[in-house]
């Protein structure tokens, strides 16, 4: 196979996917003579749900250097401080998960040992009583923290919810604007080279547009498709049974909430998330247990003031695909994985994977080691991802309902389940690379829906006690006072 160098970049998929590709491959290749060409469908529907992404320093808008506070006002965006699960514990008190971290380590150990040790002498402490987005959520006010050396402001996180198509365009604009072709049309086929690399897309007019490198963004695997004949798919069916998802547009509030909800129902759950002009309900369910018209009624019910538009349902196949980089094309996005949306949102996934395959950009159109350490970790990522989101079945004490019944006796994965047993028994958690679910985001997971392990780190009880005591309190004192 003769090297060949990437001079043109194709980007083929729609929605909030390919503009975001394409901004962010623009944006990082600024001032070189690589030709980026973005192909969106012509008959995508203009409507869809609120996005997700996460903000704050360090992450995917401020690594590509985008002014996230232009993109928020833009996007009718709203902070995002955590997400509140209702109707799923059995005590059936609310399950109020925050982004960013609680407390500070002390001595290499861990925060959350401390405040169990407490727990165990009798302590009723809240957990989020140390959580900073959790008390901002509470109070509805939110801004992100200049950078600074208060200890507090360092453990705040946040998401930003997005108006889609408004999001989409955002991103649409900034990619032309750095010199990106863009045309709305469908891809016809593609034509391979001798090599079984793909070498043009065929548009359904007849147009030929040729690359050397291609970056599948579709929801039928357009590209992708046709350089691996015989693709592996990871079914996670099993553990992440919503195979539907209905959405609808609600009307906006006043103050929106600085969080998302997502409540239990006897066939499914629903999540609502908002918008500074509106707000949209999704409904999530299992075929096997409820048909479509069941779950748009389920729908209509929940929604406060639908816009009348007609209900979108989405049929998903859950699961990954074994490798999303082969030879010239990667898949990113629907291409490559479809997740239940429960928390963690498919541009978390996706921002995840833009940012590693820039820091893999190949000089020659092939490059098989690039590729292979991208599927292994960009599979290991989402295998974590998958477990995160199957925790909350896992961890829900609902019995209501042929749904959760069956949700409660499926089979967990290995990996989730090692992760609770080690959890259960000793309060620990293994740390691992290249994750966006942090170690942070799994204790208080668990800790917020009430599964408090056997023992803590006896490393805790090395500290004197009453400077810990005095240590604790401080920082809650403190989280309450930035919050106000």
Request: proline share 4%; charged share 25%.
């Amino acid at each position: 196979m003769a090297a060949t160098e990437v001079q043109h970049i194709v980007v083929v998929g729609g929605e909030v996917v390919g503009p975001v590709v394409a901004a962010a491959l623009a944006i990082s290749l600024r001032g070189s003579d690589t030709k980026i060409s973005l192909i969106q469908p012509d008959d995508e529907t203009p409507f869809g749900d609120i996005q997700v992404f996460r903000g704050g320093a360090g992450e995917f808008h401020q690594v590509l250097g985008i002014d996230e506070a232009q993109l928020k006002e833009r996007s009718n965006g709203v902070f995002g401080l955590g997400t509140r699960y209702r109707g799923f514990r059995a005590d059936e008190q609310d399950a109020f998960v925050p982004l960013g971290s609680h407390g500070l380590t002390l001595r290499l150990v861990d925060f959350h040992h401390y405040f169990l040790k407490l727990r165990a002498e009798g302590s009723d402490d809240d957990y989020n009583a140390y959580s900073l987005p959790a008390a901002a959520a509470a109070t509805g006010y939110f801004a992100p923290p200049a950078p600074s050396e208060n200890r507090v402001l360092g453990t705040a996180a946040y998401d930003l919810y997005v108006d889609r198509d408004r999001y989409a365009g955002y991103m649409r604009r900034c990619a032309e604007s750095l010199g990106v072709s863009s045309v709305q049309a469908t891809v016809g086929t593609v034509e391979l080279d001798d090599d079984g690399c793909l070498d043009t897309a065929v548009l359904a007019d007849g147009t030929r547009i040729r690359g050397d490198f291609f970056v599948d963004c579709s929801a039928d695997r357009l590209l992708a498709g046709h350089v691996e004949t015989e693709q592996e798919f990871l079914d996670w069916s099993s553990f992440l049974p919503c195979d539907r998802v209905a959405t609808i547009r609600t009307k906006g509030v006043t103050k929106p909430d600085l969080f998302s909800t997502i409540e239990a129902n006897d066939d499914g759950w629903l999540q609502r998330r908002m918008t500074t002009d509106s707000a949209t309900m999704s409904f999530a369910w299992c075929s096997q247990h409820a048909d479509d018209d069941l779950a748009k009624c389920v729908l209509e019910t929940y929604a406060d003031e639908p816009d009348g538009c007609d209900i979108p349902i989405r049929e998903h196949r859950i699961g990954s695909f074994a490798r999303h980089w082969v030879r010239n094309c990667v898949a990113i996005g629907p291409a490559a994985v479809t997740l239940e949306p429960i928390e963690v949102s498919t541009l978390h996934v996706v921002q995840s994977s833009i940012l590693r395959l820039l820091g893999m950009l190949p000089r020659q159109k092939v490059n098989t080691m690039l590729a292979e350490d991208y599927n292994r970790v960009t599979l290991d990522e989402l295998t974590n991802v998958r477990d995160y989101q199957a925790l909350r079945y896992a961890l829900s004490g609902r019995g209501e309902g042929a749904f959760w019944e069956n949700a409660a006796k499926a089979k967990r994965p290995d990996s989730l389940q090692d992760r609770i047993d080690l959890f259960r028994g000793f309060g620990r958690f293994t740390r691992g690379d290249h994750q966006i679910i942090r170690q942070a985001n799994w204790v208080s997971s668990f800790l917020n829906f009430a599964f408090l392990p056997s023992s803590y780190d006896p490393l805790a009880d090395m500290i004197d006690e009453n400077r810990m005591k005095a240590d604790l309190e401080q920082f809650r004192n403190e989280v309450q006072e930035a919050a106000g």
